[in-house]
């Protein structure tokens, strides 16, 4: 049983660049998340997905920022014109489809770093 | 809304002596709770939940947190650290959303650091 995995580990980029990070969930979960965290932070709620529809979106997600999920497998999120602040780490999570709570489960993060 | 609260943000305690980190929570509605670790360089693990029933719950190493309703609490502790235990530890809450998933708020943290 594979866990959440994310590609790449991290990423160097200047500021102005686009990048795009990927999360391949756990097989069969068909919820995923996206977090942000910042340095001396807690993980904050940037997007979530329901098999391939996005249904929530925080308001830390600027127009910069888009998420998908084509296929309700993997997602992508993306950041275009990336500045200094979008320095953080990415998380990705998954959790399985049940009726009541459920606990997600985190992959190892993508580090960005905008120069 | 809820929220979380982790006051201490760094705990340090030598090995083998007991440790409590503290987490409280608010919230309008009924919640889940959590308790993740991170150690270095590495994505967050589960470490133990409350969801229903018992309100004390246990982790596979030796970690146990209570969940306290009236005080709105729900402190993580060990009888005996082990240097392993060195990582930060985050207090999360969860409660259904108006569009039905459960949304996850995340504390800051606390760096627990156990010396030799």
């Known amino acids: 049983d594979t866990g959440v995995s994310q590609d790449p580990r991290h990423k160097i980029t200047k500021r102005g660049q686009n990048v795009t990070f990927r999360c391949d969930p756990i097989?069969?979960?068909?919820?995923l998340y996206w977090y942000r965290q910042t340095l001396g932070q807690g993980p904050e709620f940037l997007t979530y997905?329901?098999?391939?529809?996005?249904?929530?979106k925080s308001r830390l997600l600027s127009d910069r920022f888009s998420a998908e999920r084509p296929k309700g497998s993997f997602s992508t999120l993306e950041i275009q014109r990336t500045e200094q602040g979008d320095s953080a780490m990415y998380l990705c999570?998954?959790?399985?489809?049940?009726?009541?709570?459920?606990?997600?489960?985190f992959g190892p993060g993508t580090r960005l770093t905008v120069l | 809304a809820q929220s979380v609260t982790q006051l201490d943000s760094q705990v340090p305690v030598f090995e083998e002596a007991p440790v409590e980190l503290r987490c409280n929570y608010s919230?309008?509605?009924?919640?889940?709770l959590f308790w993740y670790v991170q150690y270095p360089n590495q994505g967050l693990q589960l470490l133990l939940k409350?969801?229903?029933?018992?309100?004390l719950v246990e982790s596979i190493n030796g970690f146990e947190a209570e969940f306290n309703k009236s005080q709105t609490s729900f402190h993580l502790r060990k009888p005996s650290v082990h240097i392993s235990d060195t990582a930060e530890y985050f207090c999360?809450?969860?409660?259904?959303?108006?569009?039905?998933?459960?949304?996850?708020?995340f504390g800051t943290g606390t760096k627990l650091q156990v010396i030799p």
């Open positions: 999570a998954s959790s399985p489809r049940l009726a009541g709570p459920d606990t997600q489960y």
């Open positions: 999360a809450v969860s409660a259904f959303s108006s569009g039905g998933y459960q949304k996850v708020t």
């Open positions: 997905f329901q098999n391939e529809a996005q249904l929530e």
């Open positions: 409350y969801l229903s029933g018992s309100t």
């Open positions: 919230s309008s509605v009924s919640v889940y």
């Open positions: 097989s069969e979960h068909n919820r």
